[in-house]
């Protein structure tokens, strides 16, 4: 199991330390390192990110102000030099709170604890049917059911749904983690399908509404044992 | 697994925990300490003259830690002190105490961040 990790302060030495201790966690992936919560905003939004390391006190946007603007929650390690934060910890309800300089043993104790977290989590089934996507600064619930492909389009994603297309700041990485894989399988490098949704299939296409799909030679196989052919 | 020594005026309970045998983790915190949060203590001073509290506050809060990180953890209160400073002769007695404080601790800094490198040396 490989967690994305993002560390969040605006002090050098704490980043570094933060750095160090990630380093000797082989499950940790540090994806990027950010001195700012604004810097850390842009990353949170474009890319899944499962452990934030994010201090509560930085000057211009707070750690917790952060948590309020994030798309998704993420596993959330606070790290800060005070103790009264202690009751945010727990209305925001993050994973643990610790108290800066961060020891070994409590740095250990801490994602200990979150990848126990997280493999519960990917051991369980999807308990929704739908996702969430953000589209001109709203939430809009997309059924399963309803979308019929995935396209990437470079920096955005479209999603043709059974009523229309919406285009999404995201990649297909991140889209792909929060589809139902029963469902949903990357046919192509460029896309993504909705099993239930295909009309037909020729040699290295398939079709869903109007649309011709490439399948990709390296997904084809994958493909032909997931479908229930005669 | 040998633990890191560090002179006994340093608290060694927290560098054991924070560093345990790891020298260059140590050596890269201490370097770290002695280039960016020394010149920043000595800032202080100027930014409360400047009767900038909200830098200064802010200045005092993202140090703090830092001083537990070489085993200096006594400092940590004065900069409680400090981030709670409404007016300048208040800041400026506490900051004269942390520059004496931290002016008698820093050779032992030094010698600590000397030892180091010649750990790191050896390896």
């Known amino acids: 199991m490989k967690i994305n990790c993002l560390i969040v302060d605006d002090e050098s030495m704490a980043r570094q330390s933060l750095e160090r201790l990630c380093s000797k966690r082989p499950e940790l992936h540090i994806v990027h390192v950010c001195a700012s919560a604004q810097e850390a905003l842009p990353m949170l939004e474009s890319q899944t990110i499962d452990l934030l390391f994010l201090d509560v006190e930085m000057p211009g946007l707070t750690g917790l102000q952060l948590l309020d603007l994030l798309p998704y929650t993420p596993q959330v390690i606070l790290t800060t030099s005070k103790t009264e934060y202690a009751f945010d910890a727990f209305q925001y309800q993050v994973a643990d709170y610790i108290k800066k300089p961060i020891t070994l043993p409590r740095f250990n104790q801490a994602v200990d604890k979150i990848i126990e977290t997280l493999r519960s989590a990917a051991a369980s089934p999807p308990a929704t049917n739908d996702i969430y996507v953000r589209i001109d600064g709203r939430f809009v619930r997309l059924p399963f059911d309803d979308i019929l492909y995935i396209e990437n389009t470079g920096d955005y994603v479209k999603i043709r749904t059974t009523a229309q297309t919406h285009i999404v700041h995201t990649t297909m990485k991140n889209l792909e983690e929060k589809l139902d894989t029963r469902r949903f399988m990357r046919v192509h490098r460029t896309f993504i399908a909705n099993l239930s949704r295909i009309i037909d299939i020729e040699e290295n296409t398939l079709v869903i509404a109007d649309k011709v799909i490439p399948i990709s030679r390296a997904n084809k196989a994958e493909l032909m044992n997931r479908l229930n052919i005669l | ?123």
């Open chain 2, 1 to 123: 697994m040998v633990p890191i020594q560090f002179p006994d005026a340093l608290d060694n309970t927290i560098l054991q925990e924070l560093y345990a045998d790891d020298v260059n983790y140590a050596t890269l915190m201490f370097e770290l300490f002695l280039s960016e949060i020394v010149p920043q203590v000595y800032e202080l001073k100027q930014v409360a003259e400047q009767q900038n509290w909200p830098l200064f506050r802010q200045i005092s809060h993202k140090i703090k830690p830092t001083f537990g990180m070489v085993g200096i953890t006594q400092m940590e209160h004065w900069f409680d002190k400090l981030e709670a400073a409404q007016d300048l002769q208040s800041a400026t007695e506490i900051i004269d105490v942390v520059h004496t404080k931290l002016a008698q601790v820093l050779p032992v800094i030094h010698s600590a961040h000397t030892h180091l490198k010649s750990l790191q040396d050896e390896n």
